[in-house]
């Protein structure tokens, strides 16, 4: 190996660790940055000829390494809408359609990122701080089904909630075994909902049931419930059932029916109370042993029309609904509807399946988006574009699109960020390696230059 030989070796290794200095320039640059993956060097020998008695070699040259399929360290968040991602996986986004203040995303090209500092701009689209648009999955609110053939920007526009018609009441409570004749307990109340979200009062009132006689007498186990609504024109629609609940030795369909459940639920209104404003009589479904002990009542709404309400007392032999146990009052466990008054926008917030939901302030949920998670066979090979986004490569291998916990992606965090997968501790230690490096070919260049120049001076 001649001298100049060993010049040109020594300015390889020069910038062999130039290249290195940079690469940790570069994360130490980036450790706070969110979601930035940093890169490490890899050298490489080139050998120029080399044999048994002889060898010419012919210096180094750097490689990045990317290290894009490293997970930083993650940290909670109080923005509902951060996300970051649990295992493997990227987030799909959109590239802003011009610098500075957008005026949306460019759907043309689609980039990948695990920066999921997202937030609403003003457009209501949900944007990270490097200005990337994240995309999911359109999902039908109703169903909960989502579109998985395509990706669109994730825009939060639907900021009101129609009313919900109450089809349900559900009332879990237990009346007091032994009551008195002419026993008076308030009544049980909640406010359901007609089809332009007009709330109305729906009042069940529970009584021992009597023989009729003078004086009355308590007929055990037996209960009337007096449901009524406010209707039209403050008129009141009534109905009455009567409840049977089983002593121990009531059986239906042959099996006995646990003491204090119920066993019978008759509909008794044209007996007692007429329907006043309404039209139609309930509906109640044969006693079955676990079946649902339901009475579905027709009410009137505002607009006139027919409402049917289902009220749910659990079920025929079960415990879960109306009892008849020891007490000294009627006491409620529960009592829900499933309507709802017109609401307007109050939030977004976003699961571990990756479902963003619209959160009204009538109390509806609704989701609208799912985000998904793209995973590549190589991500060390993405290209890395600025703003912590990476591109696909035909090295990188296609992205593999899917929704978040199945087939190996990993899980969304929301509440929370991914930092910098960069170790400061080491980028220190191989700062001071390459410095050392870089110093020891300076002085082989030094050394040559004396050896030249010395040989020079014979010549002379």
Do not use: C
């Not at 049931?209 to 609504?229: F, H, L, R």
């Not at 099996?255 to 509906?283: F, K, R």
């Amino acid at each position: 190996m001649s001298l100049f030989g060993a010049l040109t070796t020594a300015d390889a290794g020069l910038t062999a660790q130039q290249a290195a200095i940079s690469n940790i320039s570069q994360n130490v640059a980036n450790s706070q940055t969110i979601g930035y993956k940093g890169i490490g060097t890899s050298f490489q020998e080139i050998v120029t000829n080399s044999s048994q008695n002889f060898n010419a070699p012919g210096g180094v040259i750097a490689t990045p390494v990317y290290q894009n399929n490293i997970a930083g360290t993650l940290a909670s968040s109080q923005t509902a809408t951060n996300l970051a991602i649990s295992n493997a996986g990227f987030f799909a986004v959109a590239a802003p359609t011009s610098s500075g203040i957008t005026t949306g995303p460019n759907t043309t090209s689609t980039y990948y990122t695990r920066r999921g500092d997202f937030q609403l701009d003003q457009n209501d689209y949900l944007v990270n701080g490097a200005g990337y648009y994240l995309q999911g999955y359109a999902v039908n609110p109703q169903t909960n089904v989502a579109n998985t053939s395509s990706l669109v920007p994730i825009q939060v526009s639907q900021l009101i909630n129609s009313p919900v018609a109450t089809a349900n009441v559900k009332l879990a409570a237990n009346l007091p075994a032994g009551a008195a004749v002419n026993s008076t307990f308030s009544p049980t109340t909640i406010n359901v909902y007609d089809a332009l979200g007009v709330a109305h009062t729906l009042s069940v009132t529970f009584a021992p049931a009597n023989n009729g006689a003078s004086p009355p007498v308590v007929i055990p186990n037996q209960w009337t419930a007096n449901v009524s609504a406010a209707g039209v024109q403050g008129q009141t629609g009534s109905y009455q059932l009567l409840l049977k609940f089983s002593d121990g030795t009531n059986t239906i369909s042959g099996q006995t029916v646990p003491a204090g459940t119920l066993y019978s639920v008759t509909d008794t209104s044209n007996i007692a109370i007429p329907p006043e404003s309404v039209t139609g009589a309930m509906t109640i479904p044969t006693a079955a042993s676990g079946g649902a002990a339901t009475a579905t009542i027709p009410f009137k709404s505002a607009t006139g029309v027919t409402q049917n309400i289902a009220l749910n007392l659990g079920t025929y032999g079960g415990s879960a609904g109306l009892t008849q146990y020891s007490g000294t009052s009627v006491s409620v466990q529960s009592l829900t509807q499933d309507g709802a008054a017109q609401g307007t926008f109050s939030n977004v917030s976003i699961d571990n399946n990756g479902f963003v939901s619209v959160n009204y302030s009538n109390g509806q949920s609704l989701k609208y988006f799912q985000v998904p998670l793209a995973q590549f066979n190589a991500a060390q090979n993405l290209q890395a574009l600025s703003g912590e986004t990476y591109q696909q490569t035909s090295t990188s291998g296609q992205a593999q699109v899917g929704v978040p916990g199945q087939n190996g992606a990993g899980t969304i965090s929301p509440s929370a960020i991914e930092q910098s997968n960069v170790d400061i501790a080491s980028q220190f230690t191989n700062l001071i390696v390459a410095q050392e490096a870089y110093t020891a070919n300076t002085k082989v260049v030094s050394t040559t230059n004396q050896l030249l120049t010395s040989l020079l001076q014979i010549v002379a």
